[in-house]
């Protein structure tokens, strides 16, 4: 089992919809979990990062983690074609290292 | 400009050469990480420094590969002996220690090797 999964999509939406992305990971012991936004022939960009279970927003991102389940989501509300991108999640290992799921394409549709 | 720049953002280079590409971190930060992408996948750790010490190396990082830090500033890539597999997205990221998860990546360097 890898340690970080995501559905590498494509997923594609209407503009306003509101979108929600999904990872699982496997070890318990991880902390911190990150979502990055990666638009074509760029480097990944942080969105957000949380340390407990439950809910942060930004915006018209949350994020949120459920320890109990090993399950983190994305929310995208009002989505916007310039959301279009792949979105990474990852989590940071107790040794300080992080890892990348596969991503997830993204297209809002205009 | 304050964020991470990477250079060339483009390298072409036949099989069997050696090629080396250069990170600047944001200036603040001491921690410095080298990833590679390939198409599809999430970023694959490669290793970091701390300032100049290189804290960590993935088994990715077979011994053609070479990293170093020398004043804890910029930082340089080299791949020796380049193969076809090597051609990948190489991507820099540097953070504050103790916030690793707070990673800001810069453009990358594209390698394609032929």
């Known amino acids: 089992q890898k340690e970080v999964e995501q559905d590498p999509g494509p997923l594609s939406v209407p503009e306003g919809a509101i979108v929600s992305l999904n990872c699982t990971y496997s070890?318990?012991?991880?902390?911190?979990f990150m979502w990055y936004r990666q638009y074509s022939r760029k480097g990944p960009e942080l969105l957000m990062y949380?340390?407990?279970?439950g809910n942060k927003e930004d915006g018209r991102f949350t994020a949120q983690v459920d320890k109990s389940s090993k399950y983190i989501s994305l929310f995208i509300r009002d989505s916007q074609p310039s959301d279009s991108a792949t979105y990474l999640c990852?989590?940071?290992?107790?040794?300080?290292?992080?890892?990348f799921g596969k991503g997830t394409r993204l297209h809002i549709l205009p | 400009d304050t964020g991470v720049s990477q250079d060339p953002r483009h390298k072409i280079t036949k099989r069997g050469q050696n090629v080396t590409f250069r990170c600047d971190p944001i200036?603040?930060?001491?921690?410095l990480y080298w990833y590679r992408q390939t198409l599809g996948q999430g970023p694959e750790f490669l290793t970091y420094?701390?300032?100049?010490?290189?804290?960590?190396k993935s088994r990715l990082l077979s011994d053609r590969f070479s990293a170093e830090r020398p004043k804890g500033s910029f930082s340089t890539l080299e791949i020796q002996r380049t193969e076809q597999g090597d051609s990948a997205m190489y991507l820099c990221?540097?953070?504050?220690?103790?916030?690793?998860?707070?990673?800001?990546f810069g453009p990358g360097t594209r390698l394609t090797v032929t």
């Open positions: 949380t340390y407990s279970s």
């Open positions: 990852a989590i940071m290992t107790r040794d300080d290292k992080i890892i």
């Open positions: 990221a540097s953070s504050f220690p103790g916030a690793s998860y707070e990673q800001y």
């Open positions: 420094f701390q300032n100049e010490a290189q804290l960590e």
């Open positions: 200036s603040e930060h001491n921690r």
């Open positions: 070890n318990s012991a991880f902390q911190y």
